[in-house]
């Protein structure tokens, strides 16, 4: 067996940001600010992507699935990122009701994990989003049946014709299979990287109205 290894050679870029010290030693009551900083300094890494996130769902007969979708919101109500409800991951979050996130940000050794109950946006959260996305992602989103097979390009070109035909004229209303959903906090994991792999961890966890802060060895 051969070993993966990064080449020696490559150059990081450090993104010239100082992240602010974290004390994983007298963690705050309260993770959600200690989230949304982090989130506002991975917002600074000149990646094309920050905010995208790893989604991880349980379909009805318990396989495990995984993909990128980005993090549209984030406050104490929970994470939010927009999809296709009947895709894939729809199916799987209609059938569970809960998902797990990781953000990994390589710059900043960072990695945030959340785990919690799964609701929909409401339709004005969701009306709002599609609202502000470009008119060709906005009949984009008619024309793909997401996570269902095509037979290619040209196919897809002919529902792309129908969705623009559909709309000539008129602004494009939102999917009615389409939306938001908001993954609750309930688990919280904030996971600072050590090169000699003596990573510094602290899980949340709620308890009724507050937070359970519990350090983890790496
Ligand atoms: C950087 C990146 C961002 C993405 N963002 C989204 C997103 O916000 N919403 C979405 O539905 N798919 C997004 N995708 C595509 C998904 O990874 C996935 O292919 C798609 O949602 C179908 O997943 P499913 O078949 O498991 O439902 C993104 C992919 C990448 C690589």
Redesign the pocket.
Known sequence: MSFIRPHPDRTVATAGITPAPTDFEHPPADPVPWAMRWLDEAMRLPTP?PN?LYLATTSADGRP?V????LRSFDVHGAV????RQ????QALQATHRAALLMHWDHLDRQLRIEGAVTHTTEAESDAYFAQRPRDSQLNAWASD??RPVSGMAAMRERQQQAHARFEGQPVPRPPHWGGYRIALERVEFWQGDPYRFHDRVVYARTGAGWTATRLMP
């Open positions: 992507n995208s699935s993909r990128t979708v980005l990122f927009f999809t296709n895709s894939d991951k729809g997401q996570s």
